[in-house]
Every structure is written in structure tokens, then in C-alpha cells.
């Protein structure tokens, strides 16, 4: 079956540091890949997505990749700040599936101090 | 535009006990997912309705049932509750059922059972 899997957390770092959250999938299609961000006491939102190898998502001066040789969607960012601290879902949705069932890896929590 | 809104925020169930959720669609969209996220965990797909029809559901009994109206929003009921069904429920929606189709998330549904 599909899944996702992310480095553990919580990831700390000063502010103004360089962000790497890893992510690897495994899946028997061909599938969509998101990061999705959970603030404390919230739901969660969409960061980014790439639908296809190859294909860059950005956002908020976040990026991922997506690498099919190396099945991997490892999410970055170059200078994070304190309102960065969240924890942060990787995600996968199969095209094999008639229904975009998204499958969520663990999570990590990363703590940005000032 | 209006996000999507989950109601109610919080609930008490005593074990045995039913329970049901609601959840109100993004505007135009017309298939709505439902997650369970446990503490420190990510979410787990519960089921998804696409025009009123159950589109697909994952690993959970039948005592977790949902519905969709007309309107698109969506129910999800919870017969003889359990204590490890205490969690937070997410609804999400999306313009179709598709992999690539991003779902939008509520703020969830904080269940505690005793």
C-alpha cells in the first residue's frame, strides 16, 4: 500500500536558519504530492503541491520537489521565522484512486526560537 | 469566499454514546473527505462523498457513517463510541474527487470521550 514518510520531529532552529523537512512515499500509481502546515489549535492548510516528476511547488518562500527517482518531496526553506513553528504534514493522493484519498505521514513539529 | 466551517469545536461523549459532526463545504465545491488526526499523529482518511455518494472509505468500521446533501455539506456520525475514538475530526472539500484536486481544510472537531 501507499505511505509517507517524514523525519522526526520537533526539528528546532533560530530564527533566520535554512529549513530541510525530509519526505520519502512509496505508491503503486502515480501520484500527487503536498505539504500541508497545522498551527497550534488549527486545521490544516495547503503549503504547497506538485502533481507531476519534476514538478517545483512554492510557496510563502517554501519549496519542494518532486523527485520521482529518489521518490522524495523533502520541503525547504532558506530563512524561517518564528511564525514558521507549526508542524508540518506530507502528504501523498494516488491517480490510481478513482478518489483523491490523501494519505498523511506522521508529521514534524518544528520550533523556530528568536 | 467562505472556507470551510466544522461545527460544533468541541465535544464531551461518554463511551457508548452517538455522536454527530458537521461540516460546510468551501463554496463550489462538491466532495467533502473526513479525516481523524489522534494526538501526535496525522490525519487518517475516513471516508469521501462525491455528489451525495460515498466515493471511497478507509480502514474504519461501520459504526463511523456519514452523508452529504444537496447543498454538499456533510455529516459524519460515530454510533457507540469508543475511547479511542476521542480525536480531532477534519472535514475537507474539494472541487472534484480528483488525486490532483487540492482539499481544503476546516478547523476540526475536537472529540473527547470518557
Known amino acids: 500500500g501507499n505511505s509517507v514518510t517524514q523525519m522526526e520531529g520537533p526539528v528546532t532552529l533560530s530564527e533566520e536558519a535554512f529549513l530541510t523537512i525530509n519526505c520519502t512515499y512509496t505508491a503503486t500509481g502515480y501520484p500527487s504530492l503536498f505539504w500541508y502546515v497545522q498551527y497550534p489549535g488549527e486545521g490544516l492548510q495547503l503549503l504547497l503541491k506538485?502533481?507531476?516528476?519534476?514538478d517545483k511547488g512554492s510557496n510563502k518562500g517554501f519549496e519542494a520537489t518532486y523527485r520521482k527517482e529518489t521518490t522524495s518531496f523533502h520541503l525547504e526553506k532558506g530563512s524561517v521565522q518564528v511564525s514558521d513553528s507549526a508542524v508540518y504534514f506530507c502528504a501523498l493522493s494516488d491517480a490510481t484512486d478513482s478518489w483523491g484519498k490523501l494519505q498523511f505521514g506522521a508529521g514534524t513539529q518544528v520550533v523556530v526560537t528568536p | 469566499e467562505t472556507g470551510v466551517t466544522q461545527s460544533p469545536t468541541h465535544l464531551i461523549k461518554t463511551r457508548g454514546q452517538q455522536v454527530t459532526l458537521r461540516c460546510s463545504s468551501q463554496?463550489?465545491?462538491?466532495?467533502v473527505s473526513w479525516y481523524q488526526q489522534a494526538l501526535g499523529q496525522g490525519p487518517q482518511f475516513i471516508f469521501q462523498y462525491y455528489r451525495e455518494e460515498e466515493n471511497g472509505r478507509g480502514n474504519f468500521p461501520p459504526r463511523f457513517s456519514g452523508l452529504q446533501f444537496p447543498n454538499y455539506s456533510s455529516e459524519l456520525n460515530v454510533n457507540a463510541l469508543e475511547l479511542d475514538d476521542s480525536a480531532l475530526y477534519l472535514c475537507?472539500?474539494?472541487?472534484?474527487?480528483?488525486?490532483?484536486?487540492?482539499?481544503?481544510f476546516g478547523p476540526g472537531t475536537r472529540l473527547t470521550v470518557l
Open positions: 506538485a502533481t507531476k516528476a519534476d
Open positions: 463554496s463550489g465545491h462538491n466532495t
Open positions: 475537507a472539500s474539494s472541487l472534484a474527487s480528483g488525486a490532483a484536486d487540492t482539499q481544503y
